[in-house]
């Protein structure tokens, strides 16, 4: 008995195929919203620091991560060496320019402005 319907056609199967491709390269897509970006700054004043992946602020994050938690601390026949961290010097980035605080020149504190206390 032959099959009447479109799920076993070669035109279906490509179309499933593609289908897959497409989902495949959106949810690994590097660059999208939940992966990395293309440059990496830390934010001046005014903003909070976003969310940066380990390997952004050190080259070595697994090695420093582990000797901060002390793990292989007690390997007693290959014991572990001094870990140095590399540290990434990230780039600051400017949004809005800062303007200057402005003081009176003559500050007085008058004391006598708030009655009853």
């Not at 992966?35 to 697994?62: A, V």
């Not at 026949?77 to 990434?88: A, D, E, L, S």
Request: net charge positive; glycine share 4%.
């Amino acid at each position: 008995m032959a099959s009447t319907r479109n799920k076993n056609t070669k035109n279906n199967y490509c179309i499933e195929q593609r289908q897959f491709q497409n989902n495949m390269l959106y949810n690994t897509y590097t660059h999208s919203q939940w992966g990395e970006s293309y440059t990496t700054h830390i934010p001046t004043y005014g903003l909070n620091p976003p969310n940066l992946p380990r390997d952004k602020l050190s080259s070595n994050p697994i090695e420093t991560e582990s000797y901060l938690f002390g793990i292989n601390s007690t390997n007693l026949v290959k014991p572990r060496g001094p870990v140095t961290p590399q540290i990434n010097e990230l780039d600051n980035l400017t949004f809005f320019d800062k303007l200057p605080l402005q003081i009176p020149e003559p500050l007085v504190i008058k004391n006598n402005q708030r009655p009853n206390w």
